[in-house]
């Protein structure tokens, strides 16, 4: 019985250096299959001019949020240069969630739109995902559907899917400590979720300030589209101004 018991304690042995030597490999243990963030905000970019769709009725499209200046987001002020790995830009909002309490509430915000790009640096592994929505409220309720629920015991009702979940470092978002942020646009949500690489414990608390605002720079075709949309509503009051 002895040499069978030493066999199997040397397979076990052999099997679990197999695993720890994979996850080292591949940058730490991957992701549950339902992934949400340590830390969640919310915030509101209190763009009025976007407040609805009606208003900024032209839809989203790839060359505004995947043109050259997306492919490469170098923030100098953060020190945190971020390459797009994957983009996307669906009608079907439902398939780039998981959640029924998610994809309730963006069917009841009327999402038409959701554009979702995975993004990494050096350090840190990242998903964004715009959606288009109804209007300013939608937003905000759409927001607070995806937060996560505080009690350990409580099950969250749904967040943003990783993107190519089967590849590194994407199958390690949410293994490790990861926060995101949700920002309220208009009739526009963008949720920003960041982790660092080699990060493996949910409970290992780090700052993700820096690369959370770097990749905030995804929204700045919403810039683009307030100050058209300012200078439209200027010449038409020029129009309709009185001739003097």
Known sequence: MLPVLLGALGVAVVALVVVLVLQFATGGADAPENPVPAAFEIHDSGTEILATREADSRPLNKSELFGEDAKQIDSESQGITFELQSSSLSEDCASVVWGDDVRTALSEADCTQAARAGYTSDKYVGAVVMFNLRDQEAGQAVATALQPPKGEQAQPGGFIA????????????????????ATVSGHYLTVTWVQSIDSDDPSQRESLVSPIIALNSFRDPLYNRVVQLENLQEAQQQNSAPAA
């Open 162 to 181: 990783v993107p190519t979940p089967e590849e590194d470092p994407f199958s390690s978002l949410g293994a490790g400590y990861s926060a995101a942020e």
